[in-house]
């Protein structure tokens, strides 16, 4: 089985990929942190390079895609292919930083590649608002994020909204996180497992209501 977490910059996929991998048993994957031979370039000349960086990123997370369909386990994965293709590919087209011709030529290998492929058994999007984002971020003090502008995460959560809701084709459970905290409150953590039992087991929650 194949659970893709996925949500914007600060929504907590990486903590609660964790948490559930720690609860089921499941095999947790991060995003590859392989080095991409075109970053350098890219920083050099954006314009130029957009198209090769995304395509290598591509290549990556397929073969992530293409690794988790091959093995036995359950996979809970944070950050998929889906996000990469139409979040932040899509965002870099839309900074018009790849040129029309490139990006039809990315989403053709994207579209070839998924027929190869099939959607994760459930993806959970993580849905914040962009103030709940900023909060996150500062919290966790990280220096490279602490610049990130405010229409730049907007954006994301634009093109995030549009992704689920109008382009992903397969199974969705969504979780609106602005109120929960579930690292630090068992409750709001047992909420999202209720939840999560509902929709892969057909359980019932403890109140006896399925969601």
């Known amino acids: 089985m194949h659970i893709a977490i996925a949500g914007n910059i600060g929504s907590g996929k990486t903590t609660l990929t964790t948490m559930l991998a720690k609860h089921y048993g499941w095999e947790p994957q991060f995003e590859a942190v392989d080095y991409n031979p075109y970053l350098d370039d890219y920083y050099k000349d954006i314009a130029r390079w957009s198209f090769n960086l995304e395509v290598y990123f591509l290549k990556q997370r397929f073969r992530d895609l293409l690794n988790i369909s091959h093995t036995e386990k359950t996979v809970i994965q944070d950050r998929s292919i889906f996000e990469g293709v139409y979040v932040f590919t899509a965002n870099n087209y839309k900074m018009g930083n790849l040129s029309d011709r ?110």
Do not use: C, W
């Not at 994301?156 to 199974?171: C, P, T």
């Not at 929960?180 to 953590?189: E, Q, T």
């Open 102 to 211: 490139d990006y039809q030529t990315y989403m053709e290998l994207f579209e070839s590649m998924m027929t190869a492929m099939r959607y994760p058994d459930l993806m959970i999007y993580l849905r914040a608002s962009v103030s709940h984002l900023v909060e996150n971020i500062q919290k966790r003090g990280r220096d490279y994020e602490q610049t990130m502008r405010i229409d730049y995460l907007e954006n994301l959560n634009l093109l995030y909204e549009d992704f689920i809701f109008h382009q992903y084709k397969g199974d969705v459970l969504v979780i609106d996180v602005d109120p929960l905290d579930f690292l630090n409150r068992p409750k709001d953590f047992a909420l999202i497992l209720d939840r999560i039992n509902v929709r892969l087991f057909g359980l019932f929650s403890k109140e006896g209501t399925a969601y």
